[in-house]
Protein backbone atom coordinates (compact mmCIF):
# COMPACT_ATOMS: atom_id res chain seq x y z
CA UNK A 1 0.00 0.00 0.00
CA UNK A 2 1.66 3.25 -0.88
CA UNK A 3 0.36 5.31 2.19
CA UNK A 4 2.02 2.28 4.37
CA UNK A 5 5.67 2.32 2.29
CA UNK A 6 5.57 6.14 3.57
CA UNK A 7 5.22 5.21 7.31
CA UNK A 8 8.16 2.96 6.76
CA UNK A 9 10.35 5.86 5.08
CA UNK A 10 11.73 8.81 6.81
CA UNK A 11 13.53 11.31 4.79
CA UNK A 12 14.35 9.37 2.06
CA UNK A 13 15.53 6.43 3.70
CA UNK A 14 13.88 3.38 4.07
CA UNK A 15 13.83 2.48 8.17
CA UNK A 16 12.03 -0.83 8.26
CA UNK A 17 9.58 -3.04 6.24
CA UNK A 18 5.94 -2.61 6.49
CA UNK A 19 4.05 -5.97 6.88
CA UNK A 20 0.72 -4.88 9.06
CA UNK A 21 -1.65 -2.28 7.99
CA UNK A 22 -4.35 -1.17 9.49
CA UNK A 23 -7.01 1.71 9.62
CA UNK A 24 -9.97 2.81 11.29
CA UNK A 25 -13.19 1.91 10.24
CA UNK A 26 -16.86 2.15 11.05
CA UNK A 27 -18.27 -1.28 12.14
CA UNK A 28 -22.34 -1.03 12.74
CA UNK A 29 -24.95 -3.83 13.54
CA UNK A 30 -26.66 -4.50 10.32
CA UNK A 31 -29.64 -6.13 12.70
CA UNK A 32 -30.24 -2.85 15.19
CA UNK A 33 -29.92 0.03 12.34
CA UNK A 34 -32.38 -2.32 10.21
CA UNK A 35 -35.30 -3.07 13.45
CA UNK A 36 -34.84 0.96 13.40
CA UNK A 37 -35.10 1.82 10.21
CA UNK A 38 -31.90 3.54 10.03
CA UNK A 39 -29.71 3.94 6.96
CA UNK A 40 -25.79 2.94 6.96
CA UNK A 41 -24.39 6.61 8.36
CA UNK A 42 -23.17 8.30 5.43
CA UNK A 43 -21.19 11.31 7.95
CA UNK A 44 -20.49 12.50 11.20
CA UNK A 45 -23.79 14.22 11.34
CA UNK A 46 -25.79 11.65 10.14
CA UNK A 47 -23.72 8.28 12.90
CA UNK A 48 -24.33 11.08 16.03
CA UNK A 49 -28.20 11.01 14.74
CA UNK A 50 -28.21 7.64 14.77
CA UNK A 51 -25.70 6.94 17.84
CA UNK A 52 -28.65 9.01 19.87
CA UNK A 53 -31.47 6.93 18.06
CA UNK A 54 -29.72 3.39 19.10
CA UNK A 55 -29.23 4.88 23.02
CA UNK A 56 -32.02 3.08 24.35
CA UNK A 57 -33.96 0.22 26.29
CA UNK A 58 -30.24 -0.72 27.69
CA UNK A 59 -28.62 -0.30 24.15
CA UNK A 60 -26.04 2.70 23.65
CA UNK A 61 -25.28 3.96 20.24
CA UNK A 62 -21.61 3.98 20.53
CA UNK A 63 -18.68 4.04 22.39
CA UNK A 64 -15.24 6.45 22.22
CA UNK A 65 -11.51 6.03 23.04
CA UNK A 66 -12.20 8.76 25.99
CA UNK A 67 -9.74 7.52 28.19
CA UNK A 68 -7.82 10.22 29.95
CA UNK A 69 -4.12 10.63 28.19
CA UNK A 70 -3.29 8.74 25.28
CA UNK A 71 -6.45 7.28 24.21
CA UNK A 72 -8.65 10.35 23.66
CA UNK A 73 -5.59 12.14 22.51
CA UNK A 74 -5.00 9.90 19.78
CA UNK A 75 -8.77 9.91 19.08
CA UNK A 76 -8.02 13.89 18.47
CA UNK A 77 -6.26 13.06 15.96
CA UNK A 78 -8.46 10.44 14.06
CA UNK A 79 -10.80 13.14 14.04
CA UNK A 80 -9.54 16.40 13.71
CA UNK A 81 -8.51 16.22 9.87
CA UNK A 82 -12.69 14.49 9.16
CA UNK A 83 -13.62 17.73 10.56
CA UNK A 84 -11.77 19.76 8.25
CA UNK A 85 -9.27 21.13 10.12
CA UNK A 86 -5.10 20.04 11.19
CA UNK A 87 -3.48 19.76 14.07
CA UNK A 88 -0.56 22.19 12.99
CA UNK A 89 -0.09 24.56 10.26
CA UNK A 90 1.77 22.35 8.20
CA UNK A 91 0.48 18.75 8.40
CA UNK A 92 -2.07 18.18 6.08
CA UNK A 93 -3.16 15.38 3.81
CA UNK A 94 -0.90 16.65 0.33
CA UNK A 95 1.13 18.43 2.34
CA UNK A 96 5.14 18.26 1.02
CA UNK A 97 6.36 19.03 4.46
CA UNK A 98 4.43 18.22 6.94
CA UNK A 99 7.06 18.75 9.52
CA UNK A 100 8.06 22.60 8.62
CA UNK A 101 5.81 24.23 10.62
CA UNK A 102 5.12 22.61 13.52
CA UNK A 103 3.03 25.54 14.90
CA UNK A 104 -0.36 23.98 16.46
CA UNK A 105 -3.55 24.44 15.79
CA UNK A 106 -5.04 22.69 18.71
CA UNK A 107 -7.21 25.68 19.88
CA UNK A 108 -8.60 26.34 15.48
CA UNK A 109 -12.53 26.65 15.45
CA UNK A 110 -12.29 22.81 13.62
CA UNK A 111 -10.05 21.44 17.03
CA UNK A 112 -12.77 23.19 19.62
CA UNK A 113 -15.69 21.13 17.35
CA UNK A 114 -13.79 17.89 17.45
CA UNK A 115 -13.91 17.92 21.61
CA UNK A 116 -17.43 19.89 21.75
CA UNK A 117 -18.27 16.36 19.50
CA UNK A 118 -16.58 14.19 21.75
CA UNK A 119 -18.55 16.17 24.88
CA UNK A 120 -21.55 15.52 23.43
CA UNK A 121 -21.60 11.98 22.40
CA UNK A 122 -20.82 10.98 25.90
CA UNK A 123 -24.53 10.70 26.42
CA UNK A 124 -24.56 8.19 23.78
CA UNK A 125 -22.34 5.96 25.18
CA UNK A 126 -22.20 3.48 27.97
CA UNK A 127 -22.17 3.82 32.25
CA UNK A 128 -18.51 5.29 32.62
CA UNK A 129 -17.84 6.32 29.25
CA UNK A 130 -14.78 8.67 30.26
CA UNK A 131 -13.26 5.48 30.95
CA UNK A 132 -13.34 3.46 28.01
CA UNK A 133 -9.97 2.63 25.69
CA UNK A 134 -9.88 0.61 23.14
CA UNK A 135 -10.00 -2.86 24.50
CA UNK A 136 -12.96 -1.48 25.79
CA UNK A 137 -14.48 0.10 23.32
CA UNK A 138 -14.18 -3.28 21.43
CA UNK A 139 -15.56 -5.54 24.11
CA UNK A 140 -18.68 -3.17 24.53
CA UNK A 141 -19.45 -3.91 20.64
CA UNK A 142 -18.20 -7.77 20.76
CA UNK A 143 -20.29 -8.48 23.60
CA UNK A 144 -23.67 -6.34 21.99
CA UNK A 145 -24.03 -3.28 24.39
CA UNK A 146 -23.31 -0.75 21.60
CA UNK A 147 -24.53 -0.69 18.26
CA UNK A 148 -21.97 1.10 16.14
CA UNK A 149 -18.15 1.73 16.88
CA UNK A 150 -14.97 3.52 15.48
CA UNK A 151 -12.20 0.88 15.15
CA UNK A 152 -9.06 -0.25 14.34
CA UNK A 153 -9.32 -2.97 11.35
CA UNK A 154 -7.03 -5.57 13.73
CA UNK A 155 -9.67 -6.11 16.13
CA UNK A 156 -12.51 -7.09 13.30
CA UNK A 157 -11.33 -10.34 12.85
CA UNK A 158 -11.83 -10.87 16.61
CA UNK A 159 -15.60 -9.98 16.04
CA UNK A 160 -16.08 -12.93 13.96
CA UNK A 161 -14.73 -15.65 16.76
CA UNK A 162 -17.76 -17.02 17.94
CA UNK A 163 -15.41 -17.52 21.91
CA UNK A 164 -15.21 -13.58 21.88
CA UNK A 165 -18.08 -11.88 20.29
CA UNK A 166 -21.69 -12.34 20.33
CA UNK A 167 -22.22 -10.58 17.22
CA UNK A 168 -19.99 -13.07 14.72
CA UNK A 169 -22.69 -12.62 12.04
CA UNK A 170 -24.92 -9.15 12.99
CA UNK A 171 -22.21 -6.70 12.12
CA UNK A 172 -20.72 -4.66 8.90
CA UNK A 173 -18.22 -2.58 8.29
CA UNK A 174 -18.02 0.78 5.82
CA UNK A 175 -15.25 4.05 5.44
CA UNK A 176 -14.28 5.79 8.58
CA UNK A 177 -16.80 8.93 8.33
CA UNK A 178 -16.27 12.43 7.77
CA UNK A 179 -18.10 15.50 8.43
CA UNK A 180 -20.51 16.79 5.39
CA UNK A 181 -18.56 18.25 2.92
CA UNK A 182 -15.26 17.08 4.42
CA UNK A 183 -12.88 14.27 2.47
CA UNK A 184 -12.86 11.11 5.01
CA UNK A 185 -9.17 10.71 5.84
CA UNK A 186 -9.21 6.94 7.40
CA UNK A 187 -6.84 6.84 10.13
CA UNK A 188 -3.67 4.63 9.40
CA UNK A 189 -1.96 2.58 11.54
CA UNK A 190 0.30 -0.75 11.80
CA UNK A 191 3.26 -2.79 12.52
CA UNK A 192 6.82 -2.35 10.50
CA UNK A 193 10.17 -4.90 10.90
CA UNK A 194 13.11 -3.16 11.25
CA UNK A 195 16.89 -5.20 11.62
CA UNK A 196 18.87 -3.37 14.50
CA UNK A 197 22.13 -2.07 13.75
CA UNK A 198 23.87 -3.95 16.18
CA UNK A 199 22.65 -7.02 15.32
CA UNK A 200 25.41 -9.94 14.72
CA UNK A 201 22.68 -11.44 12.63
CA UNK A 202 21.76 -9.26 9.85
CA UNK A 203 21.49 -11.50 7.04
CA UNK A 204 19.35 -14.03 8.82
CA UNK A 205 17.00 -11.09 9.89
CA UNK A 206 17.25 -9.99 6.20
CA UNK A 207 16.17 -13.38 5.01
CA UNK A 208 13.64 -13.92 7.21
CA UNK A 209 11.79 -10.28 6.93
CA UNK A 210 11.88 -11.11 3.31
CA UNK A 211 10.17 -14.48 3.96
CA UNK A 212 7.01 -12.79 6.11
CA UNK A 213 6.63 -10.25 3.86
CA UNK A 214 6.30 -12.50 0.84
CA UNK A 215 3.13 -12.91 -1.49
CA UNK A 216 2.59 -16.06 -0.33
CA UNK A 217 3.41 -15.95 3.30
CA UNK A 218 1.27 -13.24 3.60
CA UNK A 219 -1.57 -14.42 2.67
CA UNK A 220 -1.11 -17.15 5.04
CA UNK A 221 -0.57 -14.50 7.87
CA UNK A 222 -3.75 -12.61 6.87
CA UNK A 223 -5.70 -15.46 6.65
CA UNK A 224 -4.83 -16.40 10.21
CA UNK A 225 -6.09 -13.04 11.18
CA UNK A 226 -3.20 -10.75 10.67
CA UNK A 227 -3.38 -7.19 8.86
CA UNK A 228 -3.25 -7.20 5.11
CA UNK A 229 -0.46 -4.74 4.08
CA UNK A 230 -0.18 -6.05 0.05
CA UNK A 231 -2.02 -4.90 -2.50
CA UNK A 232 -2.40 -7.87 -3.89
CA UNK A 233 -4.03 -9.99 -0.44
CA UNK A 234 -6.70 -7.09 -0.28
CA UNK A 235 -7.31 -8.53 -4.20
CA UNK A 236 -7.47 -12.17 -2.82
CA UNK A 237 -10.93 -13.56 -3.78
CA UNK A 238 -10.38 -16.40 -0.94
CA UNK A 239 -9.05 -13.17 1.68
CA UNK A 240 -12.19 -11.40 0.67
CA UNK A 241 -14.52 -14.52 0.74
CA UNK A 242 -13.01 -15.18 5.05
CA UNK A 243 -12.80 -11.12 5.94
CA UNK A 244 -15.34 -9.54 3.34
CA UNK A 245 -14.05 -6.58 5.34
CA UNK A 246 -11.27 -5.77 2.91
CA UNK A 247 -12.87 -3.78 0.64
CA UNK A 248 -13.51 -1.43 3.23
CA UNK A 249 -9.62 -1.45 3.40
CA UNK A 250 -9.00 -0.94 -0.26
CA UNK A 251 -10.92 1.81 0.10
CA UNK A 252 -9.08 3.74 3.26
CA UNK A 253 -5.64 2.91 2.29
CA UNK A 254 -6.55 5.04 -0.92
CA UNK A 255 -7.66 7.77 1.28
CA UNK A 256 -5.41 7.46 4.13
CA UNK A 257 -2.11 9.74 5.45
CA UNK A 258 0.69 8.89 6.83
CA UNK A 259 1.50 11.34 8.78
CA UNK A 260 -2.37 11.04 11.03
CA UNK A 261 -0.17 11.38 14.13
CA UNK A 262 2.79 12.91 13.82
CA UNK A 263 5.49 10.74 13.46
CA UNK A 264 8.27 12.27 15.42
CA UNK A 265 9.99 11.72 18.81
CA UNK A 266 7.95 14.15 20.83
CA UNK A 267 4.73 12.28 19.42
CA UNK A 268 3.73 10.02 22.47
CA UNK A 269 4.25 13.37 24.78
CA UNK A 270 2.02 15.44 22.76
CA UNK A 271 -0.73 12.46 22.33
CA UNK A 272 -0.79 12.45 25.79
CA UNK A 273 -0.65 16.05 26.50
CA UNK A 274 -3.42 16.99 24.26
CA UNK A 275 -5.51 13.88 25.40
CA UNK A 276 -5.25 15.21 29.11
CA UNK A 277 -6.56 18.75 28.25
CA UNK A 278 -9.29 17.28 26.29
CA UNK A 279 -9.93 14.89 29.55
CA UNK A 280 -10.40 17.93 31.54
CA UNK A 281 -12.84 19.27 29.25
CA UNK A 282 -14.94 16.10 29.26
CA UNK A 283 -15.22 15.93 32.77
CA UNK A 284 -16.17 19.85 33.05
CA UNK A 285 -13.01 21.05 34.89
CA UNK A 286 -12.38 23.04 32.26
CA UNK A 287 -14.56 24.19 29.59
CA UNK A 288 -13.50 23.48 25.99
CA UNK A 289 -12.47 26.57 25.00
CA UNK A 290 -9.51 27.00 28.01
CA UNK A 291 -8.58 23.35 27.70
CA UNK A 292 -7.49 23.17 24.09
CA UNK A 293 -5.65 26.85 24.42
CA UNK A 294 -3.60 25.33 27.32
CA UNK A 295 -3.08 22.56 25.50
CA UNK A 296 -2.51 24.38 22.29
CA UNK A 297 0.30 26.68 24.25
CA UNK A 298 1.78 23.55 26.26
CA UNK A 299 2.51 21.89 22.83
CA UNK A 300 3.80 24.28 21.31
CA UNK A 301 6.19 25.29 24.16
CA UNK A 302 7.05 21.53 23.97
CA UNK A 303 7.89 21.54 20.31
CA UNK A 304 9.69 25.11 20.68
CA UNK A 305 11.92 23.63 22.75
CA UNK A 306 13.30 20.96 20.91
CA UNK A 307 14.11 22.81 17.93
CA UNK A 308 10.82 23.18 15.55
CA UNK A 309 9.52 25.88 14.34
CA UNK A 310 6.62 27.14 16.04
CA UNK A 311 4.95 30.63 15.40
CA UNK A 312 2.81 30.78 18.90
Not at 136 to 163: H, L, Q
Not at 251 to 271: N, T
Request: glycine share 8%; aromatic share 12%.
Amino acid sequence: MPSFQTVSNWKGATVGMPFGAYFVMMHYRKDLLSKAGIAVPKNIEEFQAASAKLTTGGMFGTAFNNQRGGAVGQAYFEFIYNFGGKPFKSMYPGSKAPYSDMTPLLNSPQSIAVVKFFKDMLKNQPPGAENIAWDERSTNFATGKVAMINSWSVTTPGFTDPTKSNITDKFATTLYLAKKGVKAVPPLGGWVMGINKYSTQKQAAWDYIKWFTSAETHKKFVLAGGPPSRLSTLADPEVKAKQPWVGVLSASQKLSYAECRPRIPESFQVIDTIGTYISKALSGDLTVEDAMNQANAEVGKLLKSKGYKVSL
